[in-house]
């Protein structure tokens, strides 16, 4: 996991004052998921997707929900459920089968980047980080 944080980190860092930025990342997944807890995905305001949380399936909503984040700077919380026939999930015929449970935060200077960019330079050096 962590080559895939360094690697993304990697291409985020040099855009990191260019644009908005926002985490998604999943934090929970009940039943199967095609990624689970810890699946990381930068997103910006010119279109970057760096990263991946489903099988891309969910991609364009979370996008949605990502810009929503960026314009007004509250993080947010998002659920897709495969199951619940009312939800995006399900509609989108997503076929996991599972419980997506997903968090969506600003990445900026007055949140310290949520040190990300500290983690990247960890991690680059062959340190462990948590």
């Known amino acids: 996991m962590s080559n895939h944080v360094n690697h993304l980190l990697a291409q985020w860092l040099p855009l990191k004052n260019k644009h908005k930025w926002v985490l998604g990342f999943i934090f929970k ?7 689970k807890a810890g699946a990381m995905m930068l997103f910006s305001d010119a279109g970057h997707q760096l990263g991946i949380l489903s099988g891309g399936c969910l991609e364009s909503d979370i996008v949605k929900k990502a810009q929503r984040v960026m314009t007004d700077g509250v993080s947010r919380t998002a659920v897709y459920d495969d199951e619940d ?46």
């Open 29 to 35: 997944t009940e039943g199967s998921c095609y990624r």
């Open 85 to 130: 026939e009312e939800d995006i999930a399900f509609k989108l015929g997503v076929g996991c089968g599972g419980v997506v449970h997903l968090a969506l935060v600003p990445v900026n200077q007055s949140n310290q980047y949520l040190s990300l960019d500290v983690v990247s330079k960890s991690l680059s050096n062959g340190k462990a980080c948590e």
